[in-house]
């Protein structure tokens, strides 16, 4: 397993519109981080601007030639990176009500490093806590080892989510002069290199050197909302293996968003949560799909599960509009933590 890390320029802006049934209220909400079907999306329309036809790269994706996760965040210091993984869905379903589960609730992310430990959740806000350390608000648990090497203070952030005054480039009302957009504003911490990173798995160095040639690409084109709209975010990629040592695992958590290909892997599901997915009508000759994905931290029983890329229109060149639902799983412990 790989991760391609993609340094961030500090005080850029990302828009990753979620879903809404009411198009015009798509801008003034934002995920904070691009799920995986925004990031093949990312990766496919620049491969068919920058290189050929994209049909053959899709294919790879479709038969799990390639596979790819969520786009999450890192911290880099000197050698040392602190992976930032989306919190699982179980700890929330078994948060004992102890005068903390709304502070537990409102953590977004946690580290790799606590990820191996053990979902320990119910000491996260102990008073005698030695063990883990937050930043952003609470929103996101490290340990104190990871705390201490990278000079952390509690008030540090990674991004900041801005409504920021937009001018449309054509003005046929008055009162569309100006509007407004929600954006995730990358911060700045002292010596400390802010990106996003994704895994990857690819079946052979040929494939995988194709994603890292388009990889490299995005990294000046851009993704997601503002892609075009502030110069340059976004360094160039590197890769690096991903070490993940989980002590005595019995399930898996995905890191992409899933869409089950039938009732068998749906019955794999043990928690989850999921969204509605679609797509641009403005990019369509015909009204687009609605899909429900499930998203990233569900609980599986087996890493069997391999998910889906459903078709959702077709745009206007007509080619088919595509929702990357494939599963990207990695080991976790589960334990019933409310009642140890």
């Not at 002292?190 to 798995?201: P, S």
Request: glycine content about 6%; charged content about 25%.
């Amino acid at each position: 397993m790989k991760a391609i890390k993609i340094p961030i320029q500090p005080h850029s802006h990302f828009h990753f519109g979620e879903f809404k049934v009411d198009g015009n209220l798509a801008l003034s909400t934002t995920s904070l981080f691009a799920h995986s079907d925004t990031l093949f999306s990312a990766l496919v329309s620049t491969y068919a601007d920058a290189i050929e036809d994209a049909d053959a790269f899709v294919e790879k994706f479709i038969n799990e030639n390639l596979k790819i996760s969520s786009l999450f965040y890192y911290l880099e210091k000197n050698d040392q990176t602190i992976y930032l993984l989306p919190k699982p869905i179980f700890i929330d379903m078994y948060s004992p009500r102890d005068g903390n589960h709304k502070l537990r609730a409102a953590v977004k992310f946690i580290s790799l490093k606590v990820w191996e430990k053990g979902f320990g959740a119910n000491e996260w806000f102990t008073l005698d806590n030695k063990e883990y350390r937050f930043i952003q608000n609470n929103e996101i648990v490290i340990t104190s080892e990871e705390f201490k090497a990278f000079g952390l203070n509690e008030k540090d952030v990674l991004f900041n989510v801005v409504d920021v005054p937009k001018s449309p480039i054509r003005k046929s009302d008055e009162k569309e002069a100006i509007y407004y957009q929600t954006d995730i504003e990358i911060a700045a911490i002292k010596g400390v290199q802010i990106g996003f990173y994704f895994l990857t798995e690819a079946d052979c160095t040929e494939n995988f050197n194709q994603l890292m040639q388009v990889a490299n690409i995005m990294s000046f084109a851009g993704i997601g909302g503002e892609k075009n709209n502030s110069g340059r975010q976004m360094d160039l990629p590197r890769e690096v293996d991903f070490i993940l040592d989980v002590n005595e695992p019995n399930n898996f958590c995905n890191l992409s968003v899933f869409n089950p290909s039938g009732q068998d892997e749906l019955d794999n599901t043990i928690y989850q949560q999921s969204f509605f997915r679609g797509g641009n009508e403005y990019s369509s000759s015909e009204k687009v799909k609605i899909v429900r994905m499930i998203k990233e931290g569900a609980l599986f029983s087996s890493n069997q599960v391999k998910g889906n890329v459903p078709v959702i229109g077709t745009d206007r060149e007509g080619h088919s509009i595509l929702r990357y639902g494939k599963a990207f799983l990695i080991p976790v412990k589960f334990n019933d933590y409310g009642n140890n």
